[in-house]
């Protein structure tokens, strides 16, 4: 299909992307093609590839498609108060913006420090904060599975496998809600994330454990403590909230659909079945930025110019009707999606393994110990958080028969 090139460029933000993301994304290809001029806050111009095969382009040729931020041609119009800058960050000395040999040997330090942990210890941590989570509200008969248990459950696992005490938990729960959701407390929650990284660094060079900071910082790579603090940050913050709205999207999908229905009443093969589907066609992570043009060059039909920012839309190329031929379903052992990413940027694998055991085991455990469970509202008035980036529930509220506390 040839684009449009007439048409006028898409706002990225607004209700559609919360309420019909899918017929949104849709009616981008019919009207764009599959790379589609956006507009971001301050009609700051961007790319969104939307096409299956043009985003394994990108995601694949690191040096034309860059994660140098520096390259981009519109910082002299980026205010210092610009809502993205967290999304879209310049100079940060974070794995995200590393490119080269240097990323390469930051992805290894990272992918071997989660590669060591012990799969039955882990699913052992999550069961334990799992069920301390659901001992909260069991006895009460209802509850709300994402602000009471999947915004809870994944930085707490992750805290213990990086060695924070137990009771510094629940504060990194609040200040990584915080900087996540965006708003008044956005700042103060990153100052305290950073700040208890800080101190964990120092504490474990002082006394290494078994844990995922000393083993970074037994890395020979000569990583500063500032680098490995904004690692750390990086890897909990894209390790909780994806793997709380996974947690969440599965559950609203197993709840809704009657295909799953025999998973709620004491079966668990569906579980992971779910859990894939929900990878393909309702993804946590729907849009990431970015990549930036380091010279000219075609895709799709466009001309991307050198410096122009390419947002990743994971999401849109998951449904490309060129791949997604019959638009079936995909609940079986396909994992060629892009929810994970793809190429050297992609989600390390160790880091993949560790959110499925959080989020399978977060769900067998809702399962296991909430009988009967069912929806209070209708599934159709279920509402998004108001994001184009991420795609989870603002609640999903459940009721059960009362049971007591393990």
Same mark, same amino acid.
């Given at each position: 299909?040839?684009?449009?090139?007439?048409?006028?460029?898409?706002?990225?933000?607004?209700?559609?992307?919360?309420?019909?993301?899918?017929?949104?994304?849709?009616?981008?290809?019919?009207?764009?093609?599959?790379?589609?001029?956006?507009?971001?806050?301050?009609?700051?111009?961007?790319?969104?590839?939307?096409?299956?095969?043009?985003?394994?382009?990108?995601?694949?040729?690191?040096?034309?498609?860059?994660?140098?931020?520096?390259?981009?041609?519109?910082?002299?119009?980026?205010p210092d108060d610009w809502p993205l800058l967290p999304m879209i960050g310049r100079k940060q000395p974070s794995i995200l913006y590393t490119v080269g040999e240097r990323h390469r040997e930051r992805a290894a330090m990272i992918s071997d420090a989660l590669e060591a942990v012990d799969p039955f210890e882990l699913r052992s941590q999550a069961e334990k904060f799992a069920d301390e989570l659901i001992d909260a509200v069991c006895p009460k008969g209802e509850t709300d599975l994402i602000g009471d248990y999947a915004a809870l459950l994944p930085v707490r696992v992750l805290a213990t496998l990086y060695g924070f005490a137990d009771e510094q938990g629940p504060g990194l729960v609040t200040a990584l809600n915080?900087?996540?959701?965006?708003?008044?407390?956005?700042?103060?929650?990153?100052?305290?994330?950073?700040?208890?990284?800080?101190?964990?660094?120092?504490?474990?060079?002082?006394?290494?454990?078994?844990?995922?900071?000393?083993?970074?910082?037994? %890395?020979? *790579? $000569?990583?500063?403590?500032?680098?490995?603090? +904004?690692?750390?940050?990086?890897?909990?913050? !894209? @390790?909780?909230?994806?793997?709380?709205?996974?947690i969440g999207?599965?559950?609203?999908?197993?709840?809704?659909?009657?295909?799953?229905?025999?998973?709620?009443?004491?079966?668990?093969?569906?579980?992971?079945?779910?859990?894939?589907?929900?990878?393909?066609?309702?993804?946590?992570?729907? %849009?990431? *930025? $970015?990549?930036?043009?380091?010279?000219?060059? +075609?895709?799709?039909?466009?001309?991307?110019? !050198? @410096?122009?920012?390419?947002?990743?839309?994971?999401?849109?190329?998951n449904s490309d009707p060129q791949v997604r031929t019959d638009s079936s379903a995909l609940t079986g052992g396909n994992n060629a999606h892009f929810s994970f990413g793809h190429g050297e940027h992609r989600c390390p694998f160790p880091a993949q393994e560790v959110a499925e055991v959080i989020a399978r085991t977060g769900i067998e455990v809702v399962l296991d110990r909430l009988p009967d469970i069912d929806l209070t509202v209708p599934a159709e008035s279920l509402a998004r958080r108001p994001s184009p980036w991420l795609r989870g529930l603002s609640e999903l509220p459940v009721r059960f028969t009362p049971v007591p506390v393990l």
């Open positions: 299909m040839t684009p449009t090139t007439a048409s006028a460029p898409v706002p990225l933000g607004g209700p559609r992307f919360q309420t019909e993301p899918a017929e949104l994304y849709r009616e981008m290809r019919r009207d764009h093609g599959s790379v589609v001029p956006v507009v971001l806050d301050g009609d700051i111009p961007a790319w969104l590839v939307l096409g299956y095969r043009e985003l394994h382009q990108v995601t694949g040729d690191p040096q034309l498609f860059s994660r140098d931020s520096d390259l981009w041609s519109q910082w002299d119009r980026i915080d900087m996540i959701n965006g708003r008044e407390g956005a700042l103060a929650g990153q100052q305290h994330l950073a700040a208890s990284m800080a101190r964990l660094i120092a504490d474990r060079k002082e006394t290494p454990a078994n844990d995922v900071v000393s083993r970074m910082l037994a %890395n020979t *790579a $000569g990583f500063s403590d500032e680098e490995i603090v +904004q690692d750390l940050m990086v890897m909990m913050a !894209a @390790g909780h909230q994806p793997t709380a709205d996974w999207n599965s559950l609203r999908l197993m709840l809704t659909d009657e295909r799953f229905a025999a998973s709620l009443f004491g079966g668990r093969h569906s579980v992971a079945e779910a859990m894939n589907e929900v990878l393909w066609e309702d993804t946590p992570t729907q %849009n990431v *930025a $970015g990549r930036w043009a380091s010279r000219d060059t +075609q895709l799709g039909g466009r001309r991307v110019r !050198a @410096g122009d920012l390419l947002l990743l839309g994971l999401q849109g190329a």
